[in-house]
């Protein structure tokens, strides 16, 4: 059953080395949060066209989604700080090189270039400190409560970045506020990879040629049964974030669904925190098949409410379960990924929830437009019931195969 520790924040937060190290990271992980809302204006406002500014975010966000595997493989054969510190100048430059882009009216093919260049250098400050809390913080519930701050942490930049620059927005053209990011990630990434922690990541020299360690994570079942659930919880927050717009379009617009989806990521960071503190029971698969499960459960209830508040309050309740779901997830490949595979590991979870994301948002919308909302969560929840069933299976004949 379930337990409460008598763990406090505060005293991860004092163990050595973590100021710097997590202060440093954050600096550099908050550009992120900052770049999309001037991107977007930023290539509209060159080119006139929406259309070309979506497919600007597009390949922005599929160079830094899909090339993250292999960034996390560079960094495991060829140590942290040297990988990180290539990335995080070709980051910014490529960052700016838009702001430039973007001021002096440049044509729009060099600025889908530019987006796409940037997305493939994007230098995985959050991969790599999570890799480094492994080092900085005790096993077990010290561990457990610097991935859940980091969780929550990284859950509220990515709520208050894109306020802030929307603020900026009104004072500065696009191009201009894009230089912000791009100096934040030089300086705060510069920073963190001097950092003792990722000094210490090294490329390790393998003694045994046909070790386990050279194959890909991703090949081995057991692997997969942990990034399954992690890409189902990402197909069901990918897809309400589709959904919902939908279902208040007639009570209270965008407006209301901003709200509600914001009640989400705010449920997820109370989640985070309150999850830190527990004692769940179970092995990791266990307790990811049940926090999924309960998601996806909560979000089926959207099929049979109605009004912004309602839909707000179903959203909030099912955040709960979202930022533990992401930290068993970390856990449990940081821990198979071993000490040739740690990034490799972390990153393959953070590239399966946003997979998740991405086909989650795409099929949710012919959902929509085929039956309607109430049918179409109907069947995402019953699709992430499938999912982990497939995961189950897995699992099991891993744990079969490796007796």
């Not at 493989?73 to 990180?84: E, Q, S, T």
């Not at 309740?317 to 068993?328: H, N, Q």
């Amino acid at each position: 059953m379930l337990s409460i520790s008598d763990a406090r924040y505060v005293d991860v937060l004092a163990l050595p080395r973590v100021p710097l190290t997590f202060g440093t990271s954050l600096i550099g992980r908050a550009a992120y949060a900052l770049v999309f809302l001037p991107l977007l204006y930023a290539v509209t406002d060159a080119t006139g066209s929406i259309a070309q500014a979506g497919l600007a975010i597009a390949l922005y966000g599929a160079g830094a989604g899909f090339l993250a595997p292999v960034r996390a493989w560079l960094l495991d054969h060829f140590g942290a700080r040297r990988v990180i510190a290539t990335l995080v100048i070709l980051f910014a430059m490529a960052l700016t090189s838009i702001a430039i882009a973007a001021l002096t009216a440049s044509g729009g093919v060099l600025l889908l270039v530019l987006s796409a260049a940037a997305g493939s250098v994007a230098p995985p400050l959050g991969p790599t400190m999570r890799v480094a809390w492994q080092s900085l913080a005790p096993e077990g519930e010290p561990l457990k409560r610097a991935m859940s701050l980091d969780a929550v942490v990284e859950e509220l930049l990515y709520l208050g970045g894109p306020a802030i620059a929307g603020l900026s927005l009104a004072f500065a053209s696009p191009g201009a506020v894009l230089l912000g990011p791009a100096a934040m990630v030089l300086v705060g990434g510069l920073l963190f990879v001097a950092t003792p922690a990722v000094g210490a990541m090294g490329a390790k020299p393998r003694t045994e040629p046909d070790d386990r360690s050279e194959r890909p994570l991703i090949l081995e079942l057991r692997f997969v049964s942990i990034v399954l659930p992690v890409l189902t919880a990402g197909g069901l927050s990918g897809a309400i974030s589709v959904a919902v717009p939908k279902m208040l379009s007639g009570d209270g617009g965008s407006t209301a669904a901003g709200v509600a989806l914001g009640c989400f990521a705010g449920g997820s960071a109370v989640g985070g925190l309150l999850f830190g503190r527990m004692r769940m029971p179970g092995s990791p698969f266990r307790q990811l098949a049940a926090l999924v499960l309960l998601m996806a459960s909560v979000l089926a209830t959207l099929a049979f409410v109605s009004g912004a508040v309602a839909v707000a309050a179903v959203l909030a309740v099912a955040g709960l379960f979202f930022s533990p779901i992401m930290i068993v997830g970390y856990m449990a490949a940081g821990t198979m990924g071993g000490d040739h595979r740690q990034n490799s590991a972390t990153t393959w979870v953070n590239t399966g929830h946003n997979l998740g994301s991405a086909a989650g948002s795409a099929v949710i919308g012919v959902g929509l437009q085929l039956a309607g909302a109430p049918t179409a969560m109907i069947w995402t929840a019953g699709a992430a019931a499938v999912l982990l069933l497939i995961a189950s299976v897995l699992n099991a004949y891993a744990g079969e195969a490796g007796k």
